[in-house]
């Protein structure tokens, strides 16, 4: 009899997928049963659950032999976290014990949660151990039912969905073969219900102007102004108008819910996420991180909108740990055993007052701050904050006129179907000029300096204005290349082949506010 079974099975690391290999040792001796390889608690306590699904299904149980059984979770070096492998425990523990037929192994992976009385519960991160199994070359992945729709969105993958343990054995035996689970044709969703669009916000023509450029290249935007003003609506709106989600965007942040355990019965995201946390959130809730590392807010927000409100109330900690993050898209989260890495590429959307009582500089209303005051609270966010925000602007209160304006009033003044497609044709602009870049990247703010050198085209009226600006005003290199990146946002929405003088004024113009 054969008395050592292998199996594989899967490991998250962040959102990375790790292949696990479960081996699986019986000898003879009084019974004990062991889990080995670096496995926390959850994992350890699979014996409990391995040995009540097996009686429960009619199997003899661990229990019932007077064995000694090892399952070594290998590499040993991994820290094993999580549920999901006691559907690869139970099975290795049924080939080695002889219950079961044996099977070809080598092309199959196995992930799932044991119930008691034999059934699967759904796992995290379906969708990853799937792009695992597709670059390892494996043919079969074998998952909870109520996973197998997430993880159909990878193609050339047999994705097998089961319900319960003796469903799989009769599988596995051949007595009665499960149907594999259909592809799952991805579908961008149209503007969610109950979403603020664009137009439904009365006058701020400035404000959608900078929302435009921020959405065309994905650049982060600041916006001051009193209470009132519409800076909540404006970010909230800035999702309506952005451009629809890519395959490969839309895997990568389905991977991320999938990791977080946000994705449930196959119900993907399929338009770009809005995320919009509260200022009393941890830095470990917006950046990630944990016992076990988990995608934070920034994270979750990857190729969407992540809106903080009230900026200067968040936690200076907080605030200046997203330094790193806005510049390189990617957030480190540094343990003692592991680093893990998240991608993070969002834009920024965020408020503020310009001081306590948020009416400093309002032409109708008495500011009561002092300017200690003032001072102090604008001083809540950092100059090297700053620096990373391309697009700077003041939102003004908006007049009574402006608010009795009709809906077909609004849309005169501003029809959003073309803006919309005028920041589409920008993004298809901007594919086309990274489509041969590596690793790839998708929109203008992603550029690093060397690549604003290869890709920003200038004419003799942009370089003279360049050097007088340069001259005549103080701007670190960081500013330098972000107005050059927020220039060619502009000339491409204007299907322009050169960045112009126009186009870096008016993109210098966004960066006013860091300078006073």
């Known amino acids: 009899m054969k008395t050592v079974a292998k199996i594989f099975s899967a490991e998250l690391e962040g959102i990375q997928a790790k292949l696990i290999e479960v081996e699986v040792d019986i000898n003879v001796g009084l019974h004990s049963f062991n889990v080995v390889g670096l496995a926390d608690k959850a994992v350890s306590e699979a014996k409990e659950r391995i040995n009540a699904a ?76 799937a792009q695992l199994a597709k670059q390892r070359g494996l043919k079969y992945l074998f998952l909870p039912r109520q996973n197998a729709a997430e993880a159909a969105i990878m193609k050339n993958i047999i994705i097998v969905p089961v319900n319960n343990l ?3 054995i009769d599988h596995l035996e051949e007595r009665n073969l499960i149907t594999p689970q259909t592809a799952t044709e991805f579908k961008t969703a149209g503007i969610p219900a109950g979403q603020i669009l664009l137009e439904d916000i009365k006058g701020q023509e400035n ?45 990568e942040i389905n991977q991320i819910y999938s990791a977080a355990g ?33 995608p934070g807010e920034i994270s979750l927000a990857h190729r969407g909108v992540l809106f903080l409100d009230e900026l200067p109330e968040f936690r200076r900690d907080l605030l200046e740990a997203l330094r790193q993050p806005l510049e390189s898209g990617e957030a480190h989260i540094a343990r003692a055993k592991t680093s893990i890495v998240f991608p993070s590429k969002f ?90 870049t590596k690793p790839r990247i998708y929109a203008n703010s992603e550029m690093n300096s060397k690549q604003c050198e290869e890709f920003i085209n200038l004419d ?21 290349y972000r107005i050059l990146k ?17 186009h870096l004024a008016e993109a210098f113009q966004y960066r006013i506010k860091e300078e006073k």
């Open 486 to 502: 927020t220039g060619l946002t502009i000339a491409d929405l204007e299907q322009s082949a050169t960045v112009s003088q126009n």
């Open 460 to 480: 003799a009226g942009a370089e003279k204005f360049l050097k007088n600006m340069l001259e005549k005003n103080f701007i670190s290199a960081r500013g330098y």
């Open 262 to 294: 946000m994705l449930k019965n196959g119900n993907f995201l399929a338009s770009r996420p809005f995320r919009s946390p509260h200022h009393g959130a941890s830095p470990a809730a917006i950046i990630g991180g944990g016992a076990n590392p988990k």
């Open 54 to 129: 097996l009686k429960n299904t009619g199997i003899n149980p661990p229990t019932k032999e007077n064995r000694r059984i090892t399952i070594n979770l290998a590499p040993a070096d991994i820290k094993k976290t999580g549920s999901q492998f006691d559907l690869a425990m139970c099975l290795g523990y049924l080939i080695a014990s002889g219950q079961i037929k044996p099977f070809p192994t080598e092309d199959k992976i196995f992930s799932g949660e044991l119930s008691l009385d034999g059934s699967l519960r759904a796992i995290n991160g379906a969708l990853n151990i």
């Open 166 to 168: 003796k469903e799989l």
């Open 207 to 251: 404000a959608k102007r900078a929302l435009a450029i921020a959405a065309a290249g994905s650049h982060h935007i600041l916006m001051s102004g009193p209470p009132g003003a519409g800076k909540t609506m404006l970010a909230q709106a800035l999702v309506s108008i952005l451009p629809p989600l890519s395959l490969e965007e839309a895997i």
């Open 347 to 436: 834009t920024l959307a965020a408020a503020m007052n310009p001081c306590p009582c948020g009416y400093f500089n309002d032409p109708e209303k008495e500011c009561r701050c002092s300017a200690n005051e003032v001072f102090r609270y604008q001083k809540k966010i950092s100059g090297p904050l700053l620096d990373r925000i391309d697009i700077q602007i003041e939102v003004p209160r908006v007049k009574i006129e402006e608010l009795k304006l009709t809906a077909a009033d609004e849309k005169a003044k501003m029809d959003a179907g073309k803006l919309k497609e005028k920041i589409s044709r920008a993004r298809k602009i901007q594919e086309k000029r990274f489509s041969e």
